[in-house]
């Protein structure tokens, strides 16, 4: 692979470690609001929601970094 295309790779990888970055905020701050649900709404459609939304950005936070380890090992 020629220098202009690993410096592209290399790009990509930044920019793909500061979506992950802002995912995974987005995760934490969706496990708070899961835990911080009253109990007597933890059988509600908002929990339920809530805890698929949590596990829907885990497995999106596992494929970033996937990619982002086929992308290192371009480089």
Same mark, same amino acid.
């Given at each position: $692979?020629? =220098? &202009?295309?690993?410096?592209? +790779?290399?790009?990509? @990888?930044?920019?793909? &470690?500061?979506?992950? &970055?802002?995912?995974?905020?987005?995760?934490?701050?969706?496990?708070?609001?899961?835990? =911080?649900?009253?109990? =007597?709404?933890? %059988? &509600?459609?908002?929990? $339920?929601?809530?805890?698929? %939304?949590?596990?829907?950005?885990? @497995?999106?936070? @596992?494929?970033?970094?996937? +990619?982002?380890?086929?992308?290192?090992?371009? $480089?």
């Amino acid at each position: $692979m020629n =220098n &202009s295309r690993r410096q592209r +790779l290399k790009e990509a @990888d930044k920019k793909l &470690s500061e979506i992950i &970055s802002v995912v995974e905020d987005i995760k934490d701050e969706e496990e708070d609001a899961l835990d =911080n649900i009253p109990e =007597n709404l933890q %059988n &509600s459609d908002r929990y $339920m929601e809530t805890e698929q %939304n949590v596990e829907i950005l885990e @497995d999106i936070c @596992d494929t970033l970094e996937e +990619l982002r380890d086929k992308i290192n090992e371009l $480089m």
